[in-house]
T-cell receptor, first 111, second 115 residues
Framework: DQQVKQNSPSLSVQEGRISILNCDYT??????FLWYKKYPAEGPTFLIS?????DKNEDGRFTVFLNKSAKHLSLHIVPSQPGDSAVYFC??????????FGKGTKLSVKP | EADIYQTPRYLVIGTGKKITLECSQT?????MYWYQQDPGMELHLIHY???????EKGDLSSESTVSRIRTEHFPLTLESARPSHTSQYLC??????????????FGSGTQLSVL
């Protein structure tokens, strides 16, 4: 039973437009969430995180929104650039255990 | 910046061989992890360690074993490789001893192919 779900395996966006990647979770005990970016044949790199006591965290072109009542978070990238093309993993954690990862969404940003 | 190294980057071996995947970090992190990841799938935790002489099994059952004799080194060993072990293996480390706001730093991974 997946506790962290990324229901869109892929997303294609035009350069300069907004990319929105979604993530749903089932465990209300998660108290922080992270997004990682992964290029092929490389390890994931940390992008941005958010604590469950917040509903928004921004870092440059990247913003993460958290809706606790809906158990949903999203990553917004604006403006999108071709170098953003990668697989994005959502992860959730809490005091009860290790990070749980989603299956990832492959983002393609077209010039 | 994160300094965590994995070798080899790519490995193609025959069935039945014993292999060791190396992972080292220079950040002095106590906690280290091994994940297994296949294309289109989530990262599955197979082993982790809280520090020297600590090893724990992860959420995904694995035939591999790990050791943690030194803080900076966390090798993974497969005694007899099989085609079902073909996957990408990712090593990671983190500073915290608790999971609260834990940020993982990942190595570049080892892509293992067992023929």
């Amino acid at each position: 039973d997946q506790q962290v779900k990324q229901n869109s395996p892929s997303l294609s966006v035009q350069e300069g437009r907004i990319s929105i990647l979604n993530c749903d979770y089932t465990n209300s005990m998660f108290d922080y969430f992270l997004w990682y970016k992964k290029y092929p044949a490389e390890g994931p790199t940390f992008l941005i995180s958010i604590s469950s006591i917040k509903d928004k965290n921004e870092d440059g072109r990247f913003t993460v929104f958290l809706n606790k009542s809906a158990k949903h978070l999203s990553l917004h990238i604006v403006p999108s650039q071709p170098g953003d093309s990668a697989v994005y993993f959502c992860a959730a954690g809490g005091s009860q255990g290790n990070l749980i990862f989603g299956k990832g969404t492959k983002l393609s940003v077209k010039p | 910046e994160a300094d965590i190294y994995q070798t080899p980057r790519y490995l193609v071996i025959g069935t039945g061989k014993k292999i060791t995947l190396e992972c080292s970090q220079t950040m002095g992190h106590d906690k280290m992890y091994w994940y297994q990841q296949d294309p289109g799938m989530e990262l599955h935790l197979i082993h982790y360690s809280y520090g020297v002489n600590s090893t724990e099994k992860g959420d995904l059952s694995s035939e591999s074993t790990v050791s943690r004799i030194r803080t900076e080194h966390f090798p993974l060993t497969l005694e007899s490789a099989r085609p079902s072990h073909t996957s990408q293996y990712l090593c990671a480390s983190s500073q915290g001893l608790t999971t609260l706001n834990e940020k993982l730093f990942f190595g570049s991974g080892t892509q293992l192919s067992v023929l």
